[in-house]
């Protein structure tokens, strides 16, 4: 496909226009399209009739991937569509609706699995509904659908006697690109549920909780999103309506290497619910091959207790192992601690040497890579940058140290870093906080285990790597032991997978981390 003119052009040949009524985007969109070859159309006819989405795929190819994930557009593989559809497919469904439907993937596999049911797809991005309308039309389903040109958090569902099926991959865009009036309503309509919610939540979690305020007893469903909602902080408002408000049934964990999404190499997650069903074992599984997926039947039973009883479901999904003879959780020996956020490092992170007195200038990490570098320790303080951390009390600056400090706050302030939301947060906007130096340092993201590394020399750290503080003193043999065996053993999987195939550690996984005992390790440094 050699452009969206010739893409709106084969859509309209299709017969987009004649599904429903078209919005005013979406005409205007058509008056630009452009005729099409006959041998295309009957080659894309004959494709769409046989399952595959030849429309979806052109669009992709005719959009970055940055574009794509801007708008959460991350298209599902067949083989995954086919397997949540075969999942439904077993009840009876009067009404199938798609919240984020895209090229129309789950739409036109709904339409053949329930030859009956009223289809309803959802999205926000006009080219992307003509081209549903046009896959609706080719297989003959455009009397029973309506493509809805909106958002699904705030439209309206007719209400019926009869079961909907929620069916799709929510779009997956990450809190920093979302709106403050996106969040607001997050935050807005958790509360009317009586629950909490972070602004931190992704696109994703806003759409489980606007299909809780859809559906009704009866209803059922199954999404695959990004699998963070699990284990992270803001998932708890997920968690929550996935086992209490939707009737939360099975999830199968989706592996990276399984490519779940095309363009991403992320963890994905499968929820199938049942609206006003309450099971007391959820089926949890794990997929390395999206072959295995079948009929979304597999997976092992898990009592539900054991979901409302832990905040980070994926160590669910395998039975408990037997913990090795004298070995402990890391955190049973050391406290984690993220670093510090600047807030803005342009202003706080030293590129040169700044006219500001020596003991509010500390080396510190500030790219991981420096602790890679590293090795086992972090002997030299020579090649990091500096971190200007200023006492919230000023008065204790001498007349000559504060009047450089105040020269160098009124460059910050006429550039508005004082109006910058960590800096209004802080107790004195100028003052960042580092935390004390750590005797071992973490990475906690990279496409690699984390590297542990001794500090010494009393760096500090900001908040790319995490610090590692003993819970009673540890003399040096014992630290060097620690981190040895850490750099060892660690692997990915105590972690979770992100967008672009990065494993991130949050302070309490890496905490979960299994080490030998005080009395192994003083052995080992022996």
């Not at 469904?93 to 090229?103: E, H």
């Not at 991005?125 to 081209?131: G, K, S, T, V």
């Not at 999404?223 to 708890?236: C, I």
Request: aromatic share 8%.
């Amino acid at each position: 496909m050699r452009s969206e003119a010739e893409l709106l052009g084969l859509a309209l040949a299709l017969g987009a226009d004649t599904v429903g009524t078209l919005s005013a985007p979406e005409r205007r969109l058509l008056a630009r399209a452009s005729p099409v070859a006959r041998p295309l159309l009957r080659e894309t006819r004959e494709r769409l009739r046989a399952g595959d989405d030849p429309l979806g795929e052109a669009l992709c190819a005719l959009r970055t991937a940055s574009e794509r994930r801007a708008r959460g557009a991350v298209y599902t593989p067949r083989v995954m569509v086919e397997a949540m559809t075969a999942w439904a497919a077993e009840r009876p469904a009067s009404r199938v609706v798609d919240p984020g439907v895209g090229s129309g993937r789950f739409l036109l596999a709904a339409a053949r699995a329930f030859p009956q049911a009223e289809l309803v797809g959802v999205d926000v991005d006009p080219f992307a509904c003509l081209l549903v309308r046009a896959g609706l039309a080719v297989h003959g389903a455009g009397s029973r659908a309506r493509v809805v040109l909106g958002d699904f958090r705030r439209m309206r569902l007719a209400e019926l006697g009869a079961r909907t099926l929620f069916l799709g991959n929510p779009p997956y865009v990450r809190h920093h690109a979302l709106s403050p009036r996106d969040k607001a309503w997050f935050v807005a309509a958790a509360r009317v549920a009586g629950l909490g919610a972070s602004a931190l939540a992704g696109l994703h979690a806003h759409f489980f909780l606007a299909t809780s305020r859809h559906a009704r007893p009866g209803d059922f469903g199954a999404f695959v999103t990004a699998a963070e909602w699990l284990d992270v902080n803001y998932g708890a408002l997920v968690r929550s309506l996935f086992l209490e408000r939707l009737g939360g049934s099975a999830l199968f964990l989706v592996e990276p290497r399984a490519r779940p999404f095309v363009d991403a190499d992320t963890t994905a997650v499968i929820a199938c619910f049942c609206v006003g069903e309450r099971p007391q074992t959820l089926r949890f599984g794990t997929v390395a091959d999206s072959g295995e997926l079948g009929r979304l039947t597999g997976g092992r039973a898990v009592p539900r207790a054991r979901f409302e009883n832990s905040s980070r479901w994926t160590t669910l999904t395998r039975p408990a192992s037997a913990r090795p003879a004298g070995h402990v959780e890391l955190g049973e020996l050391f406290a984690v601690h993220r670093g510090q956020v600047t807030g803005d490092n342009a202003t706080w992170v030293e590129r040169e040497l700044a006219n500001l007195p020596e003991r509010v200038r500390f080396p510190a990490v500030t790219r991981a890579k420096e602790l890679f570098a590293a090795g086992p320790v972090l002997s030299e303080l020579g090649g990091l940058r500096r971190v200007i951390d200023l006492p919230a009390d000023l008065d204790v600056l001498s007349a000559s140290e504060r009047r450089r400090v105040e020269a160098f706050l009124g460059a910050a302030r006429s550039r508005g870093v004082h109006l910058g939301f960590i800096a209004q947060h802080r107790k004195a906007w100028w003052s960042v906080g580092l935390h004390p130096p750590a005797p071992l340092l973490a990475t906690y993201m990279a496409r690699r285990p984390p590297a542990f590394v001794r500090n010494p020399r009393g760096a500090r750290h900001l908040n790319i790597a995490h610090g590692l503080y003993p819970r009673e003193p540890l003399d040096e043999a014992v630290l060097e032991a620690v981190a040895r065996y850490l750099n060892m053993n660690a692997s990915l999987s105590g972690g979770r997978t992100y967008s672009g195939g990065l494993t991130k550690f949050e302070p309490r996984e890496m905490q979960r981390l299994l080490v030998p005992g005080l009395e192994l390790l003083r052995d080992a440094a022996r």
